[in-house]
């Protein structure tokens, strides 16, 4: 989520702010990214890089992937709210007293729109705990030895443990589940803490 982030912000602020040719490179390779298959492109690669690793290169591993195929998303909405934001008042005030352009975008735009990246970043979180729990189950993802929640329900697919050790599979699923909604309704509350613009604020 932090890759991610760290990517779409950049490629959202610049894309958004600068626009023109600029714009259009960034949106080009946006969709590029967007275009792959996400969840078998990670099968893929998990399945001919990772073979060779131990289980915490594996981590790392599938965290990279799921940073580097994640951001587009969060790219696109950063754009949609700078575009609305830099004709703002006070963005042409920074313009005409010659603030640096970086400047404006980093300094003066992303700060207005923090809680939209703070709250797309929380259901990133989610979402990306729910990919890895996939690979893992499929058994594209952390091996054996490294516990998660997808190894667990890797490890209970079969009908003799699905019948007679249910507990292998309902808590671990029931935790899963928890966790996500949880994870978002943190999300919420911290956009209503930070919004300026909220009115239970």
Known sequence: VIISTIIGVIVGSISGYFGGAVDIVMQRITEMVVSLPFL???MILSALIGNSMTSNQKVWLVMVILGLLSWPGLARLIRAQVLSVREQEYI???????VK???IVFRHILPNIISVIIVSATLDFATCMLIEATLSFLGFGIPAPQPTWGNMLYGSNNSIVIQNYWW????ASIILGICVICINLVGDGLRDAIDPKSQER
């Open 168 to 171: 292998r599979w309902v808590f």
């Open 101 to 103: 352009k970086m400047n």
């Open 92 to 98: 042409v005030a920074a313009r005409a007293v010659g």
């Open 40 to 42: 078998p492109f990670i």
